[in-house]
């Protein structure tokens, strides 16, 4: 596939010239799915990548976390929406 291609080309080509920052949510064992057509091109990567290499793992709550939906209204529950209560609704009953 092209693509391991290129991302291999391009570490190769970065290797001991330049800093190269590189962020993934995969572990180190897990790069061969990355290249999942060859796996030689994974650990020649990794190798170039790790050789000299300074690792940081944060870890931590994501801030990507799926939000909490607001609970469902109750049918027949009033709705701020509908402007303030005067009060009268509430002597009538």
Excluded: C
């Excluded at 897990?30 to 999942?36: G, L, Y």
């Amino acid at each position: 596939m092209p693509a391991d291609e290129d991302l291999y080309d391009l570490i190769a080509e970065r290797y001991e010239q330049v800093a190269t920052i590189v962020n993934s949510n995969l572990d180190f064992d897990e790069w061969d799915e990355a290249f999942a057509t060859n796996r030689l091109l994974a650990a020649a990567a990794l190798d170039r990548l790790r050789h000299n290499a300074y690792r940081l793992e944060l870890d931590g709550p994501s801030y990507r976390d799926p939000k909490v939906a607001p609970a469902a209204k109750k049918p027949g529950s009033k709705s701020l929406q509908n402007g303030p209560s005067n009060g009268a609704e509430a002597s009538a009953k």
